[in-house]
Structures are given as C-alpha cells and as structure tokens.
C-alpha cells in the first residue's frame, strides 16, 4: 500500500511539477531580471515547454510501447499544452472563487504571475475565496481604514496591481496554512492580517517600491 501511495505520489508530483516551473521562473524572472510582465510569462512557458518536450520523449513511448513521434509533433503538442493552461489560467476564474461579480471582472487589473499562481491554486482548493484585488485610495476610507500610500493593491507602473487578499475566517487552518506554504514556494510574498475582516494578503514584489508587501 505504501508503494503505491508513493507511485501515486511521484505520479502527482511529474504531472504538475511542470507548471510549478512556470509559475517560479516567472516570479524569478520579475524579481532578478526584472523583466515587463508579458515576457515573464513567456520566459517561464518556454522552460515548460521543454520539459513537457522531455516529458513527452522519456516516458510516452514507455507507457504506450512504441515511439512517441516526431520532434516537431513532440514540440507542438508541449506548446498546445503550454498554451491552453496560461490561457485558461491568466484569462478566466470561476465566478465560485471571487466573493462577488464586481472582483470577478478586476482580476485583469492584476498582474498576470500572480494571476497565474492563483487560479493554478483553485484547480486544488475549489473552496478559495478572493476577497479582493487592486484598489484605489479612497477604498481604505470607505472601509474605516487608514489610507495607504504604498500599498501593492494599488496599480503600479506596469500597469497592474500587484496583492489579493484571500478569505480566510470560516477555513480549516490546516488548509489556510498549506495556501500561505504553496505562494511562498512559488515566490510571493504573504500576510495574514486583520483589515475588515481576517484574511491572507498575497503580494508580488514591486520594483516601485521594494519593501512594500
């Protein structure tokens, strides 16, 4: 029993361990090379094509028993892969994982990594909730709160926000625990406070302002 577990495990770790990669040299390229946001993603795709490509050389022709093709059906079957995963990924969110229509529609003023980290997230926890997204000024003083005048909600010169905040009240602590473990394995910066309500706030590191979470 405990073989297959282990077999399941290694199984469920090859499977998704290529779309870990693109989400982490995505963050690695924003943060160390500071490239604009478009080029981080293509950079990160372009190594999990790679691997996809390796994938796809190694082991289908094990599973199935005969060759696994050309190289050029090999590549574009990785990049169709590649493809359709950022695109579902950066451009569409269940209604179910936003705590109302209005943040569903401002999940594109957010920046596409940490967009990509976190629906990559909702195929795992169908339960995650974004309580919100990017922000202007005067939201804090409808809210009561002191307002901010480097807070990554707000967009920043790239054109896009750079934090969410994710429900946590009502949440098993084990999972919130495993949600905070997962963004910082990625890269992101996280924080669990109390604004309106309690709550993990994700952020992406701003150039504009490096300290800023």
């Known amino acids: 029993m405990s073989k297959f577990i ?5 199984l469920v770790f090859i499977v998704v361990f290529p779309f870990i990669l693109l989400i982490r ?18 950079g990160g795709a372009l190594f999990t094509i790679v691997l996809i490509f390796l994938y ?5 022709g094990k599973l199935i028993g005969k060759d696994s093709g050309s190289f050029k ?8 892969i590649v493809i359709v995963y950022c695109a579902h990924g950066l451009f569409y969110m269940s209604g179910k994982n936003f705590k109302s229509d209005g943040l ?9 990594i940490l967009r990509l980290g976190v629906s ?3 195929h ?19 809210m009561g709160l002191p307002s901010k005048s ?4 707000f967009k920043q010169s790239n054109g896009y926000a750079h934090a969410i905040d994710l429900r946590t009240n009502g949440r098993n602590e084990v999972r919130n625990f495993l949600v905070r473990v997962y963004f910082k394995l990625m890269g992101f910066q996280t924080l669990r406070h109390v604004g309106t309500a309690d709550h993990l706030h994700v952020s992406l590191l701003s150039h504009d302002r490096p300290g800023a979470k």
């Open 104 to 112: 569903r529609s401002e999940i594109l003023k957010v920046h596409p």
């Open 73 to 80: 059906g090999k590549a574009v079957i990785a990049t169709i």
């Open 25 to 42: 040299t995505s963050v690695y390229l924003h943060v160390n090379e500071q490239l604009i946001p478009w080029a981080c993603i293509l």
């Open 124 to 142: 795992l926890d169908k339960s995650l909730i974004i309580t919100d997204t990017n922000r202007l000024p005067e939201d804090y003083r409808k």
């Open 150 to 153: 480097h807070s990554l909600h």
């Open 56 to 60: 796809l050389s190694i082991f289908y």
């Open 6 to 10: 282990g077999n399941l495990l290694q």
């Open 120 to 122: 990559t997230l909702t």
